[in-house]
């Protein structure tokens, strides 16, 4: 692949303000991915406690099975939603060194949604395999999550770039990506199984990209079937989509960004 | 080279542009959404800057110069008209803008100089050297918050001007740091002068314009309205300061 100046300009400013990132945000960085991985197990064993006994019959009546699958919503989700919500803010709040040197605008989003990123993958990603190879015994399943994973990080970035390039023309965006991500939640099959849905609802339920997703990892790592060929590639093609539509829109919008911040 | 042809930069009046989206479709809904005005901030700039060429621009307060500068490193573009840019830039603008002051002095030098355009490797190879000019060896490992401004600016000053520019961008404040270390930074800018370098100053220090640029341009609300030898462009610059001043002063004694 040949690539341009600018591109790798972008890649080296990229380096340099996730290096920045991750030195400033997470100095102590052990600490900051400890507590990463320790907020899903705790809120995984929360949501067993209250609803486990509710949905144990969805889970081939094992609890640790529901745990297991809301610990991998919530792993899943929580990378998509921090990361698009910190990403969002990132253009605007460099607007002062924007005035001053030219960088890449997509550094920012792409910069911050990657320290984020790091350290969810590194928390959350090692305990996902472990339980996969543990469960199916199946190397093959876990080869098999890169394209759902695939999907969901391009899916973040297309978001994040939509998102922080909205925000410089209207700064009441953070307030309604706030409620988004709410509706995001509740609408992902995260802490509920996507069985006591009614079935007309769960079509509606289908566009929300984060569905397939989620479904896809879990087939994997839960069970030794595969997950359903449709399925499958939505979780891949979802994310695609997300981004060749983020990456359009910052594209557009990018030519008036200076005039605005 | 530096090829500005009609460059025109317009922006939008910021008390106008609703940053409210709630706000902008209730607007519309209703039909009360009106475009914002836009000033003209440059109109119709030519200017050919050949390489190596030593250029000043004066011009009173809100003329443009400025907006000219970020015009030519890429920050802003114009609105109309092409900005052709060829060769690596060095703003001396605001020194030490990427600045994080939680960062070390070393973890800072990388950061300010890769967003200047530096390429990473080249500059992580040059953290010594920077260090040493801006005096500040000692401080390595330290936050840069730990530092005075005066430092800080020192700092700033080092790693915008190894940056190995062909076209140096200066405006005003040329002496950072106390007294020893602006004989030095104006000793090290003496250097790149002399040198095959492009650059365009803007200064309200109009001596300076005289006796360092070879050529001076003057702005008045976004246009250039002369061109041509400093000392010449200074004097007209000044005579037409002067006979506002006088004019002024005319007016307001009529008033009385």
């Known amino acids: 692949m040949v690539v341009s100046a600018s591109q790798r300009r972008l890649i080296d400013v990229v380096r340099v303000l996730y290096a920045r990132t991750l030195t400033v945000r997470y100095r102590g960085s052990v600490l900051g991915i400890a507590w990463s991985a320790a907020n899903p197990l705790g809120m995984a064993a929360v949501y067993t406690a209250i609803f486990g006994h509710t949905f144990v019959p969805y889970y081939d009546g094992s609890l640790l099975r529901y745990g297991i699958a809301v610990y991998i919503g919530l792993a899943l989700a929580g990378f998509f939603i921090g990361g698009t919500s910190q990403a969002l803010p990132s253009i605007v709040s460099n607007a002062d060194l924007l005035n001053k040197i030219h960088v890449p605008f997509a550094a920012f989003p792409l910069s911050t949604l990657a320290a984020w990123g790091f350290q969810q993958v590194v928390a959350t990603l090692p305990l996902i395999v472990v339980i996969s190879l543990f469960i199916n015994h199946s190397v093959l399943h876990v080869v098999a999550l890169i394209v759902p994973l695939a999907g969901l990080a391009m899916l973040a970035v297309g978001v994040s770039m939509l998102v922080s390039g909205a925000q410089v023309f209207f700064r009441d965006i953070a307030y309604m990506y706030e409620l988004a991500t709410f509706l995001i939640w509740v609408t992902s099959p995260i802490f509920y199984p996507a069985g006591i849905v009614p079935a007309a609802v769960l079509r509606l339920l289908a566009f929300n990209p984060l569905f397939p997703i989620l479904e896809s990892v879990r087939a994997l790592v839960l069970t030794d079937a595969w997950p359903s060929a449709q399925l499958y590639a939505l979780s891949f093609i979802d994310g695609a989509l997300a981004l060749a539509i983020g990456v359009a829109a910052f594209r557009a919008m990018r030519p008036q960004f200076m005039d605005l911040l | 080279m530096i090829a500005l042809r009609d460059v025109s930069l317009e922006r939008r009046t910021r008390e106008e542009y609703a940053h409210d989206l709630k706000g902008r479709l209730l607007a519309l809904a209703t039909g009360r959404y009106r475009h914002p005005r836009r000033r003209a901030v440059l109109s119709g700039v030519d200017l050919a800057i050949p390489r190596g060429q030593k250029i000043g621009i004066i011009g009173a307060n809100g003329a443009g110069k400025s ?18 840019v060829e060769g690596r830039v060095a703003p001396l603008l605001e020194l030490g803008a990427g600045f994080d002051g939680d ?14 355009g530096v390429e990473r490797r080249d500059i992580e190879s040059r953290i010594g050297e920077i260090l040493r000019f801006a005096e500040l060896t000692d401080y390595e490992r330290l936050p840069v918050r730990t530092l005075s401004s005066g430092m800080a600016a020192r700092l700033g000053f080092a790693v915008a001007t190894a940056v190995d520019a062909d076209i140096l961008l200066i405006d005003e404040a040329l002496s950072v740091g106390d007294e020893s270390f602006r004989a030095k930074s104006r000793a090290r800018i003496e250097a790149l002068w002399h040198e095959e370098r492009t650059v365009v100053l803007v200064s309200h220090d109009l001596s300076l314009v005289r006796t360092v640029c070879e050529r001076a341009i003057w702005m008045e609300r976004g246009r250039i309205v002369a061109d041509g030898d400093p000392n010449d462009i200074v004097a007209r610059y000044v005579r037409a ?4 001043a006088i004019e002024t ?8």
């Open chain 2, 103 to 116: 960062l070390t002095l070393a973890d800072n030098i990388v950061l300010y100089g890769v967003l200047l």
């Open chain 2, 241 to 244: 300061v002067d006979e506002a």
């Open chain 2, 67 to 84: 907006t000219l500068l970020k015009v030519m490193c890429g920050v802003l573009e114009p609105t109309s008209g092409t900005a052709a």
């Open chain 2, 249 to 256: 002063l005319l007016r307001s004694r009529v008033d009385v």
